[in-house]
């Protein structure tokens, strides 16, 4: 039993990573089961298929990475400060081809949510996670915000900028754009404060 | 001489269509060739290869068709409405099809920037030429505005969110997610007068 979810954690890990350098569509079973050592069998003995396999990664790996990096600075005592904090860093740290580069479920999203339906509900259940989480936090601290703030709506704008500024700056391989526009977006947040 | 013209105008439409079709990369010269009814050397004599054809559509279809759909809203006489209004059209008037096939421009960028130095240098210009357009439009009513804004940076700002507002709603299919979004944009452009 723990053998079983040893390799079965091994599969996610090693596929994440095979997904995350080739794309879905183009990552190799054969590739996947080489690299961890195992016989076709013992895949399917976890994953029906390659698809099962691919949604794995994604509610196991990918998206927990990726809202487990968004909940310091959301769940921070001041989430407004914590938020300018996490995007300034990542402007002041970020190579150019990092942004570039792009996050592997940002990629991932991107590939797959026009062709499979399963991805799409998956990805939309993660963004609505994300966005309750920013949503939750803001109204945590809503005596010291603007009246009249629509929360759900703000945490999609904010989401929404930041995609947009990778974006914009991965269309033009051009840093500056990408620090001008998280600049902006912290002037923005903070002026959610009365 | 007013053939030639014409010949080269109606390659250039056609390769539009067939690159927001298919891509750049899928694009094939000899279904342009079939469908402007013209040999191999007509186009030849126009565009030295496929490279340069592709750079032709972007410069002389792609980008002035782009910049002249924000030319109104940001050249109105209150910019700031302008936006607001261009952007609630659109939100009222898309479907999420619409929003999700995308631009060809913005399509052509992101197959693109990657791989030619040619398209990314181009994409930036025109990056640079929307930019320097709403933000001279800005500084023109600075007035009305609250002091001390960055007007390129309120720009790119305005860009990348609208950006990240269509990819975020492309990668989940929901267009509530891109309609809030919208509506915290103009929130926000709204807010930069005094």
Redesign the interface.
Known sequence: MRDAELTRQKILTVSADEIHKNGFTATSLSCILARCDISKGALYHHFTNKLELGYAVFEEVYAPAFIALWQPPVEAEDPIAGLCDFFSAMSKNMSCDEI?CGCPL?NL??EM??IDEGF?IR??AM?QQLNLLIATNLARVSHQLQPGL?F???A??I???????S??S?????KE?FD??I???CR?IR?LKR
Do not use: M, P, W
């Open positions: 570039v940002n999203c991107q949510s026009a799409r990805i939309l963004q629509d759900s709506q703000v999609y704008f989401v929404a900028t930041f995609h947009g500024s974006s914009l991965k269309s033009s391989l051009n754009l001008k526009v600049k902006e977006l923005y002026q």
